[in-house]
């Protein structure tokens, strides 16, 4: 049997697909298992994955019409049984990938926007539900290839090098701070559609910093990749006690994330990181987009919440292919209106 995971949406999905990865290999020991993202981060996260045969990454979005379809069609020469597409996933943009990739069963989810053509893409499919975690939304797919969960409990799974650990333990060292508090953070957030829209103001992170500092003594460790860079020279101007991990790319950042005791984000593909890699006080900014299916999955966490937006996260944005709900003026202000005081509160009440 061959199987394909397709997970082109995110970084932080890819971690999602990953106990259904190792469901897969449970079930279905002898198989070929390939995964197909579209993002260099996202095939990062399943390097040295023991559940997987080969990773295929491609840009579908950068490499233009023709080399994307190109590529797609290449696929078929694996011979491919089976194709998952994992949630969330609700673009047809993506089941249109998984029929040129050739598998003769193609699972999907079904979205509010999947229509006619969507279900003629793929040829079995089931609701999702927005009540249950994305990762639960994917071991729901077992039983449409004649699987079961074996495993008695469930992670999001990163198989981090001895090199890797060593490299973190490292920096940490050098930075004097092996086995003391620190908070890692993360200002970023998606790039995509308009989800950058959903950050928290980046003079509210220095404050609360510069508070960290002052008052509790807790060191500051800023994570983040290019997108990040503009605001981190801001930082280092504004806050230069702010420190830097010098990570060359997300597996990097998972291994120094290892060892924080708190980090704070909002719903992001490092909020993910710190999930997985059981970050104690883990706090996360509510955001338009928060919702169940996107929480930081086995382990525990505390949300900050925004009087914004309180607790109506599908109302501003659902898995339809659509941007976030509401003017940018409208975003922008419900992420102001969560205060520094409180998410500083929250934070050294946990740390």
Not at 4 to 25: C, K, M, N, Q, W
Request: glycine residues 6%.
């Amino acid at each position: 049997m061959k199987i394909l995971v397709i997970s082109l949406a995110g970084i932080g999905d890819t971690l999602f697909a990953t106990p259904l990865i190792h469901e897969l290999r449970a079930n279905f020991p002898a198989a070929e298992i390939d995964a197909l993202v579209m993002w260099p981060g996202a095939k990062d996260l399943l390097e040295g994955n023991p559940h997987i045969n080969q990773v295929f990454q491609k840009n579908l979005i950068k490499s233009g019409r023709t080399a994307a379809l190109g590529f797609l069609r290449s696929l078929r020469k694996n011979g491919y049984d089976i194709s998952i597409n994992t949630h969330p996933q609700s673009r047809i943009h993506y089941r249109l990938a998984a029929w040129l990739a050739g598998a003769q069963t193609r699972i999907s989810h079904e979205y509010e926007c999947s229509g006619i053509l969507d279900r003629w893409l793929v040829n079995k499919t089931l609701p999702q539900d927005y009540f249950k975690h994305a990762v639960e939304n994917n071991l729901a797919t077992l039983p449409l290839i004649g699987g079961s969960q074996k495993l008695p409990a469930h992670e999001l799974e990163i198989f981090l090098t001895a090199e890797e650990q060593q490299w973190a333990a490292d920096f940490l060292a050098q930075k004097n701070l092996a086995g003391e508090k620190w908070l890692g953070v993360h200002v970023g957030s998606g790039g995509t559609k308009n989800l950058a829209l959903r950050r928290w103001p980046l003079a509210n992170y220095i404050e609360l910093a510069r508070r960290l500092q002052a008052e509790v003594n807790l060191p500051v460790l800023f994570f983040g990749g290019p997108e990040e860079q503009d605001d981190h020279e801001k930082i280092r101007r504004d806050f230069p006690a702010a420190i830097f991990p010098p990570t060359k790319n997300i597996r990097q950042a998972a291994a120094v994330v290892r060892h924080a005791h708190g980090f704070l984000s909002v719903d992001t593909a490092l909020m993910h990181i710190a999930a997985a890699m059981k970050v104690p006080a883990q706090v996360v900014i509510e955001t338009p987009t928060w919702n169940k299916p996107i929480e930081p999955f086995g382990n525990p966490f505390t949300v900050v919440k925004n009087p914004a937006v309180a607790g109506r996260g599908l109302y501003f944005y659902r898995y339809d292919g659509a941007d976030i709900k509401g003017a940018r003026e409208e975003i922008v202000a419900a992420m102001q209106s969560v205060k520094v005081a409180d998410v500083f509160a929250t934070l050294t009440k946990l740390i």
